[in-house]
DNA sequence: TGGTGCCATTTTGCATTCATTATGCATAAT
DNA sequence: ATTATGCATAATGAATGCAAAATGGCACCA
């Protein structure tokens, strides 16, 4: 990663300065993410090149980077592809996401103000809102700022770091998935209890329940994602 | 990262193809870790090419990957230094790692053999002896060993690749620390509770045990470890 | 004597070029 | 007709070139 970007590290960032690969890394991964490059298509570099109008050196730079967040794979000789994550691989990274957050969750209860807690609320009410209206995409805008919001309270930034990597790997999985009723009701009971766990900063508890919260996906996605 | 190479992402690799980048990632990553690249000292480009006999592409490439991995600081326009964590920053690190540990003693517990179990109790005796002869350096080494063997019975490859990645930022700072016999004997008593747990197959209390573990490395570190 | 600005040198970031390897297609052989 | 082979083309990996920025030294000045 480099100074003005992003997850692992980005302590020495003056001001002004920027890398033409940190922009490409940017948007590149936007490109990935949002599935504009198909997830296992060949990337040319040539193409992106002329679309980013910039030489191959800072693009391939880019590729190298977004290769170590695991969002591409690096076929030598034959340039890079999109990674596509197996069901295997995908309930792999859904661990450790589910460890870091939980890890998040005990860290939170040491750190958070009340003021935090109470827009973790206002967060909260919206998104049962979207549930009860049956309407996917703010509910689940919602409900990762509410895993971001515990995430920032962790006050840890190397975990906030690994974990915008680890999530992101699988962050079209989680989407791609769709919840029956009955877990997403579940989700939502286990965000109240969340909440109230919060407000006691019992972060033990919230610590497990994150853990477990976070690994219930795992049946959802590894279901909607049947590529091994 | 790249195929042949290392932590994160390793899947497609095939046989022999091998970039000249990733000999550099191994061989830079080796001169950080033992220290002939002194922590905060800036990374000189051209001398780093004569010294491994290569163009400055495939250099900078490296050291782009090492950066992601944190092992290295990016100053745009003038260039890289070794990265120094900070006291804050490696206490942040440790528990990333502790949550990572907890969740390889977790999963340890639903996947171990008997016979990895009995390996780990051979490391542990051999530990233990060179902790009754006051021997540091194989005593950090089985210690470390003993973690990854449990790391391995987690049969988890992302988990692996972030621990791996992780633990090497702030692998110095725990071979710079230094144990007070208290702490000590702690550690080993630790470690013997961690194999009856195994034994039992206790995931949940062997994960507790193994984030309390490693989070009671923290005072040793920060201690030694004045530079903020 | 200590500080400040200027200039030469070094180093970096990016573009470009070169050599090697993969890819696609036409042709030939079975 | 189908598969295999060779060649032309395209794309990749690494080296080199070049312009901009930083570093260090020196003269000049207070």
Not at 111 to 136: C, F, G, K, N, Y
Request: hydrophobic share 45%.
């Amino acid at each position: 990663m480099s100074p003005s970007d992003t997850a692992l590290v980005e302590r020495p960032a003056s001001i002004g300065r920027r890398y033409l690969h940190d922009e490409v890394v940017v948007r590149l991964r936007e490109l990935i993410l949002s599935g504009e490059l198909e997830p296992r298509s060949r990337v040319n570099e040539a193409d992106l090149c002329r679309r980013f109008d910039i030489s191959r050196t800072p693009l391939r730079e880019a590729i190298k980077l977004l290769a170590a967040e695991g969002l591409l794979d690096l076929l030598p000789n034959r340039g890079s592809r999109v990674a596509a994550l197996s069901a295997q691989e995908i309930e792999e990274v859904l661990e450790v996401v589910a460890a870091l957050e939980g890890a998040a969750g005990e860290l939170a209860c040491l750190h958070i103000t009340d003021e935090e807690i109470a827009a973790i609320e206002v967060l909260h009410a919206s998104m049962v809102d979207a549930w009860q209206r049956r309407d996917p995409p703010p509910y689940f805008e919602l409900n990762r700022r509410i895993h971001e919001a515990i995430m920032a309270a962790s006050r840890n930034n190397a975990l906030q770091g690994v974990y915008a990597t680890m999530s992101g790997r699988i962050q079209r999985a989680r989407y791609a998935a769709s919840k029956t009723p009955e877990q997403w009701a579940l989700a939502i009971a286990d965000h109240e209890e969340m909440i109230i766990l919060l407000k006691a900063r019992d972060g033990a508890t919230l610590g497990s329940l994150m853990r477990r919260h976070v690994r219930s996906k795992r049946p959802v996605i590894s279901a909607a994602f049947g590529n091994a």
